[in-house]
């Protein structure tokens, strides 16, 4: 089978020839049809993540295909790939063929295509849980968003609205406005006054100390991702004064509370009430998926196709 395998932190990912998985117990042997490009696959594979697999290894923290042998799962079914170390502690998703533990799939509704199934874990559930785990998100409430047009930010635009939170985005100029869906207003860091009862921030560095400005006192600010900038300067006594709490989304943490949750999503994903932008690339174009998922202004999240999505 075909893999994609990193031989050095930092370097140009590599597809190489390995041999295919066989099955063994409490395993399942998975034929790969989509694998996901995240900002954690970068982190790992530039060697700043806090564990690592052995070099050479498999990147790819989820993915989605087709069972071909498991005990819990019936050759043929339609799975989604996330957890149990995959692409962190053990090799991952970007692969044809791949050996993963039974705990680590999800039953993927037909309804669902492969590459949306392969995507949707991360996003889906990071913004979901930052609302109503973290910040605790009530009706009513008001909350702004940074970085509303990527993959967390927009479904976290999403579910606001649908848990009856007014959502507003903060952009950085009128291209970034005009990518905001229909009816979403757009503040510039200039318009931010403290009225926001919930920050959800996904860009990180000075983009999150600014945003800071726009939640009113005794509002939450919930730090989902770092785009922007891994380093923050913030004012201490101004955010003391106005005791806004500053709350970080751990999704390996909490990872049970996304994978209670992703049936639901997934239900909301086949209907269309829930949108998720993906970009696909072949498997041999991984360095360049790596690439755009860094690029300032890309829609969506990137996938690797092994083989034909399904």
Known sequence: ??????HAWREAPRLDEL???????????????????????RTVWRGAFLRHPPLPYVPGVEGAGVVVSSARF???????????????ARDGTWCELIDA??????????????????????????????LREVAQLRAGER????????AVGSLAVQLARELGAPAAALVSDAAQAARLPAGVPALSIEQLTPQADVLIDTVGGATLAAA?????PGGRAVLVGYTGGTTVELDLPQLLQRDVALLPLNMLRREAAGRAAAPGLLERLAR??????????????AAQALAWIATRGHRGRAVLTPSAPA
């Open 1 to 6: 089978m075909k893999a994609v395998r990193v």
């Open 19 to 41: 041999p295919d998985p066989q099955p063994r117990a409490g395993h399942a042997i998975v034929r790969m049809q989509a694998a996901s490009v995240g900002h954690i696959d």
């Open 74 to 88: 019936a050759p043929g079914q339609r799975v989604w790939l996330r957890g149990a170390g995959l692409g962190i």
């Open 101 to 130: 533990p039974d705990e680590a799939l999800g039953p993927l509704p037909d309804a669902v295509p492969a590459t949306l199934g392969a995507a949707f874990f991360s996003p889906c559930t990071s913004a979901w849980v930052a």
């Open 143 to 150: 909350v702004i968003v940074s970085g509303a047009t990527g």
């Open 212 to 216: 800071l400005h726009g939640v009113a």
């Open 272 to 285: 269309g009430s829930l949108t998720l932008a993906v970009q696909p690339f072949a498997l041999h174009e």
